[in-house]
């Protein structure tokens, strides 16, 4: 199985993290809800469920 | 037709660069950027109610302290989703069929849940390795069995998501190749084989979005328990 090749393995494993942090994070993080419809980028939650994270 | 069937899963290589790193980035490039206007339009909303609404469901369950992990999580999810999805379009690569890549972020992820246990609430976290209301004569086998589990976990999670991947990408090449064989020869068994092969892509997409659910509704799960 192509798969269990070890050649490639460090850099997928490394350059795979590195890219998921640096590109989806910031990604998500931009329609975090907010209550304010001025700071929000999205649109304004009826239901301000608090985000869970500070 | 390709020799054997595993090539599809072999790591891309073109003039010496790894085509897994742009496969990698396309997630990142299949969203919407949110804008400065005060009323997006119908996507950017699907989107973020999406978001939401995953956040919400993962993270209701888990203590307040758990929710500083949020954004990882809820970050992974999506980035699974998009990646398993894209790669059910033809001609693409999925990374995700790569156990290297799965357990880049299954074993940092549980290691991190671990660790935090130890550090939090030690007893806490041993205390799991011995369930409720065990016989005496049992205690030693079953620690041992327990202890074997929790650090199979990691290994459960990268290998379920490489696993459930490659069968069902193994599967779509094994019946379209049937189907493309007997199409000249026996074209009735060539239409059924092909609605075979449809119902299979409908699966398929199923399971690329459930996989992705899993891995990360498993991870919260080991968060919940050493939180």
Redesign the interface.
């Known amino acids: 199985?192509?798969?269990?090749?070890p050649?490639?393995?460090l850099?997928?494993?490394?350059?795979?993290?590195l890219?998921?942090l640096l590109?989806?994070?910031p990604?998500?993080?931009?329609?975090k809800?907010t209550n304010s419809?001025i700071k929000s980028?999205?649109?304004?939650?009826p239901d301000p469920?608090y985000?869970?994270?500070? | 037709m390709a020799l054997n069937f595993f090539d599809q899963f072999m790591t891309p290589i073109y003039m010496g660069i790894p085509l897994i790193t742009l496969a990698t980035l396309m997630p990142r490039l299949t969203f919407l950027q949110p804008t400065s206007q005060w009323t997006t339009s119908r996507f950017s909303t699907l989107q973020s109610q999406l978001l939401n609404s995953s956040t919400y469901q993962l993270f209701a369950p888990l203590s307040p302290k758990s929710h500083h992990w949020a954004l990882l999580i809820v970050s992974l999810m999506i980035f699974l989703i998009t990646i398993n999805l894209l790669g059910l379009l033809p001609y693409t690569f999925t990374p995700t069929t790569q156990l290297s890549f799965n357990m880049a972020f299954a074993l940092p992820a549980w290691l991190a849940t671990v660790i935090i246990g130890l550090r939090t609430q030690p007893t806490h976290a041993f205390a799991h390795l011995l369930p409720e209301s065990t016989p005496p004569l049992l205690i030693p086998i079953l620690i041992i069995i327990e202890t074997i589990s929790l650090l199979i976990r990691p290994l459960a999670l990268g290998v379920r998501l490489t696993a459930n991947l490659t069968a069902g990408h193994l599967l779509i090449q094994l019946i379209s190749t049937a189907m493309f064989t007997m199409i000249h020869t026996i074209p009735l068994m060539a239409m059924l084989t092909g609605t075979l092969l449809l119902l299979l892509s409908i699966l398929e997409i199923a399971v690329a979005m459930i996989q992705a659910y899993v891995f990360v509704l498993l991870l919260s799960l080991y968060l919940q328990e050493n939180m």
């Open positions: 199985m192509p798969q269990l090749n050649g490639p393995w850099l997928i494993w490394l350059s795979s993290w890219i998921f590109t989806i994070p990604l998500v993080i931009m329609f809800p419809p980028l999205t649109h304004f939650l469920w985000w869970p994270w500070p």
